[in-house]
């Protein structure tokens, strides 16, 4: 595996100069998704971090002013410079990947987007090293607010150890935010550490289930999608190696919380959202099943409720009744009160239900 993550090096330090140079499109985020406040800022990204950037999402959280954020394999660092704008000059990001050239392009434009961005000091920090051992490169316990990577946890060697790491760097509330490429079946090692497909974002894909376990090992009982995209390859050589895997991009959303449960508990709790997030004054998604509506009451399952009051989101909402009374598992397809599923707890992915 050592092996691997050289040629992966390699693949992303020299043979890659931009997003032209990949073979599929795993690797290539359009952008269509990402937040208004994101598509604002990337024109004041400097054209070289974006070129040679691979990203498979827009994994940039809302409500960030002021906060501490660390990007998993940072690259280039278009998500660091990006995530350096919301957090505001009194905020610090910091950004951390493997590869020599990539980091190295990220350094060179420090003090640039610093006055592009009207920064009076640089709020950034580049670290050389590897993202399953950020003891070592000085990330302290519960020290960050936020953490985020753009399709590059599955590169790693060990992402049962990078869970936990970013377990124990999160503050207490505090959110991981990243997007990744998943996959629908175990690949085959032989097929899975072929240079290409495993620098390509396939060969070291997680498979759903297995992500499952290894996010409730590392303490994150309850995770949830907020977006998924299915892939589609035109390399012929590719699919005849791979066979019938399925591909997704997909982005999650975590909090370090120690009051979630493995199910959906029903405690009679009533969430408000009062439109106070950037950029979702009428609505905001908590995730791919739960839309709040501004000002409408939302019926919530004790770790939904948790999500949204015991982390820097308590800000935008209101939430109801405690866990003092248990009415059993959180029903999450009856129509309750008159709601409509829009308008219930809906728990159809990630551990939720």
């Given at each position: 595996?050592?092996?691997i993550?050289?040629?992966?090096k390699e693949y992303?330090?020299k043979?890659?100069?931009s997003?032209?140079?990949?073979?599929?499109?795993?690797?290539v985020?359009?952008g269509d998704?990402?937040p208004?406040?994101?598509?604002t800022?990337?024109p004041?990204?400097?054209d070289e971090?974006?070129?040679?950037?691979y990203?498979?999402g827009?994994?940039?959280?809302?409500?960030l002013n002021?906060?501490t954020?660390?990007?998993?394999g940072?690259?280039?660092g278009r998500d660091?410079?990006?995530?350096?704008?919301?957090?505001?000059?009194?905020?610090h990001?910091?950004?951390?990947d493997?590869t020599?050239?990539q980091?190295?392009?990220a350094?060179?434009y420090?003090?640039e987007q610093?006055?592009?961005f009207?920064?009076?000091?640089?709020n950034t920090?580049?670290?050389?090293?590897?993202?399953e051992?950020?003891?070592?490169?000085g990330?302290?316990d519960n020290s960050v607010?936020?953490?985020?990577?753009?399709?590059?946890?599955?590169?790693?060697?060990?992402?049962e150890?990078?869970f936990?790491?970013?377990?124990?760097?999160?503050?207490?509330g505090?959110?991981?935010?990243?997007?990744?490429?998943?996959?629908?079946?175990?690949?085959?090692?032989d097929?899975a550490n072929d240079?290409v497909?495993?620098g390509?974002?396939l060969?070291g894909?997680?498979?759903?289930?297995d992500?499952?376990?290894?996010?409730?090992?590392?303490?994150?009982?309850?995770?949830?999608?907020?977006a998924t995209?299915?892939?589609?390859?035109?390399?012929?050589?590719?699919?005849e190696k791979?066979?019938?895997?399925?591909f997704s991009?997909?982005?999650?959303?975590?909090f370090?919380?120690?009051?979630?449960?493995d199910?959906?508990?029903d405690?009679g709790?009533v969430a408000?959202?009062?439109?106070?997030?950037?950029?979702?004054?009428?609505?905001?998604?908590?995730?791919?099943?739960h839309?709040?509506?501004?000002g409408?009451?939302?019926?919530?399952?004790?770790?939904?409720?948790s999500?949204v009051?015991n982390?820097?989101?308590?800000?935008a909402?209101?939430v109801?009744?405690?866990r003092s009374?248990?009415f059993?598992m959180f029903?999450?397809?009856?129509d309750v009160?008159n709601t409509t599923e829009?308008d219930?707890?809906?728990?159809?992915?990630?551990?939720c239900?």
């Amino acid at each position: 595996m050592n092996n691997i993550i050289e040629k992966v090096k390699e693949y992303y330090g020299k043979e890659l100069k931009s997003v032209a140079d990949l073979k599929t499109s795993s690797c290539v985020d359009c952008g269509d998704n990402a937040p208004l406040e994101v598509k604002t800022i990337m024109p004041l990204i400097a054209d070289e971090i974006k070129d040679r950037y691979y990203g498979c999402g827009s994994p940039i959280p809302p409500l960030l002013n002021g906060m501490t954020v660390l990007d998993l394999g940072c690259g280039t660092g278009r998500d660091v410079y990006i995530a350096s704008m919301l957090v505001g000059e009194n905020g610090h990001v910091i950004g951390i990947d493997m590869t020599t050239e990539q980091i190295e392009t990220a350094i060179k434009y420090q003090e640039e987007q610093c006055e592009r961005f009207g920064f009076s000091k640089t709020n950034t920090k580049f670290i050389q090293g590897y993202i399953e051992d950020l003891k070592s490169l000085g990330v302290e316990d519960n020290s960050v607010d936020v953490v985020i990577s753009n399709c590059v946890i599955n590169l790693s060697s060990d992402k049962e150890k990078v869970f936990k790491e970013i377990y124990r760097i999160l503050k207490p509330g505090g959110e991981l935010y990243f997007s990744d490429i998943f996959v629908d079946r175990r690949i085959p090692e032989d097929v899975a550490n072929d240079p290409v497909i495993y620098g390509e974002c396939l060969g070291g894909a997680l498979y759903v289930e297995d992500f499952r376990r290894i996010m409730a090992k590392a303490g994150f009982i309850d995770f949830r999608y907020t977006a998924t995209r299915y892939l589609d390859s035109d390399n012929e050589k590719l699919i005849e190696k791979l066979g019938f895997a399925k591909f997704s991009s997909r982005t999650i959303r975590a909090f370090k919380l120690d009051d979630l449960e493995d199910v959906c508990e029903d405690y009679g709790q009533v969430a408000y959202y009062d439109g106070s997030i950037s950029g979702n004054p009428h609505s905001f998604d908590l995730d791919d099943h739960h839309k709040f509506i501004t000002g409408k009451p939302m019926l919530v399952c004790g770790n939904t409720a948790s999500m949204v009051s015991n982390t820097r989101y308590s800000s935008a909402f209101k939430v109801i009744g405690d866990r003092s009374v248990h009415f059993g598992m959180f029903d999450c397809t009856s129509d309750v009160n008159n709601t409509t599923e829009t308008d219930s707890d809906s728990c159809e992915s990630g551990s939720c239900c």
